[in-house]
């Protein structure tokens, strides 16, 4: 299957006469259809990642398949609940609590939460008996395998995201009136697209998580494996299928003996529906290499330069001349603005389009949108056949203060 079908090349064309800077296009139709498989299963209660992409259309679509959701600040709350949102069905993860964003959550309703410190645990204790409720809490474990060891991970890297199994010991989790002990959470691994390799990694899991909970003095009634479902950024590469994953989780669920898997998904679930076009700006040949400058770089999309993994790019005209190794680079004036390198027919010039796919999750909100003061790109939707523009772009004079 291409990256960009000849459906969504016929709409996003239709866009580019009317618009002149970058834009992202979300297909809601092809989402909804990818979301509702997902859920249509009773092995793993899904949450949605908010983080991957928070637009209002993308949180209904989640909604209606079936989807809770998954935030790490106020304002992806607020976002959600504004979206009519049940609050028992927030989750709240991430590793800065603070007590002013705790006491916001549970003003406005939220009572199951990923505890990823003893002062996360101690706070959210003290502001549950502020408001006389009891909260659901798991408790961020960060793995690493002794020295010598197989280690699944493939590195000892400190994250900030919860604690070692050492340091949950000391938890005295009968200091905690308000708190109910339901589960542990773990997620320490990115964009995998081997079921096996998941499944390995999670079943070397469970040992010493249910040793944790023992030793802890809970039962183990939820287990959170996080994200880190990949997607294909290349055409060699290919997709996971739900129904292996699903197989493995029915393992897993049933080696660790809990009531309850979840998993909260980000890149799996809205990935694929999205793509970012961008205006070329020229072409140049430099050093014997071929650049190509576009209108817009790391300040709409910044994922490429910090994870090295280019969105796959195709030219939005049909061409038929050769193709050819572009550099692809953005207007901000650093080197860490390049968007890859990509084979491209040799005849593209200034008034031409390139449409790069798989941008629907980590696009847009990722990005460092001020620097150097270009336009903000609109955001566009494809709901039940029709186009809609849900964002229009913003000039620099729009945003400045
Ligand atoms: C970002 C994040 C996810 C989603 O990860 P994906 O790999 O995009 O699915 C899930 N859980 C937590 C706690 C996260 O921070």
């Known amino acids: 299957m ?9 709409v996003i064309e239709t866009i580019t006469q009317i618009e002149q800077t970058p834009f992202f296009i979300y297909d ?30 993308i949180l209904q679509t989640l909604d209606k398949a079936g989807f809770d959701f998954d935030v790490a600040s106020s304002g992806e709350l607020n976002q959600v609940l504004a979206q009519g949102v049940c609050p028992s069905r927030v989750l709240n993860t991430g590793p800065a609590k603070s007590k002013r964003q ?35 809490v798991l408790l961020r474990v960060q793995l690493r395998w002794p020295e010598g060891e197989k280690n699944p991970l493939g590195g000892d890297s400190l994250t900030p995201f919860g604690l070692g199994t ?15 002990f339901v589960g542990l959470h773990i997620f320490q691994w990115g964009n995998m697209l ?10 070397q899991m469970v040992p010493p998580l249910s040793q944790l909970a023992d030793s802890l003095g809970f039962k183990l009634r939820i287990l959170d494996l996080g994200g880190g479902l990949g997607i294909p950024y290349a055409k060699d590469e290919c997709a996971l299928a739900w129904p292996q994953l699903i197989d493995a989780l029915a393992t897993i669920k049933a080696s660790s003996g809990v009531e309850e898997l979840w998993m909260e998904l980000g890149r799996f ?6 793509h970012y076009i961008n205006p070329v700006v020229e072409q140049k040949q430099n050093y014997g290499e071929q650049q190509l400058i576009v209108a817009g770089g790391i300040n709409h999309i910044l994922r490429p330069a910090v994870t090295n993994q280019a969105f796959p790019c195709t030219l939005l005209r049909e061409s038929n001349a050769e193709q050819r190794n572009y550099l692809l680079h953005g207007p901000l004036c650093t080197a860490l603005d390049h968007l890859g390198t990509h084979t491209l027919p040799s005849d593209i010039n200034e008034y031409d389009w390139l449409v790069f796919s798989q941008c629907g999750a980590y696009g847009f909100t990722e990005s460092m949108p001020y620097f150097l003061c270009h336009e903000l790109p609109a955001e566009y939707v494809i709901e039940q056949g029709l186009v809609k523009c849900i964002r229009p772009s913003q000039m620099a004079s729009e945003y400045l203060r």
């Open 269 to 274: 679930a809205v990935g694929e529906c999205g």
């Open 166 to 180: 050492a340091q949950w010991q000391s938890l005295d989790i009968n200091t905690f009136s308000a708190l109910d």
């Open 28 to 57: 809601l139709d092809a989402l909804l259809a990818h979301l509702k498989p997902l859920t249509e299963q009773s092995v793993v209660k899904l949450w949605y990642a908010v983080k991957a992409n928070p637009l209002s259309k």
């Open 2 to 10: 291409p990256f960009l079908s000849s459906a969504h090349r016929q």
């Open 194 to 203: 081997s079921t096996q390799k998941l499944a390995s990694l999670w079943s």
């Open 102 to 136: 705790i006491q916001h959550f549970l003003s406005q309703g939220v009572r199951t939460f990923v505890a990823e410190s003893h002062n996360q645990v101690a706070w959210l204790n003290q502001a549950a008996m502020d408001h006389d409720v009891q909260l659901r």
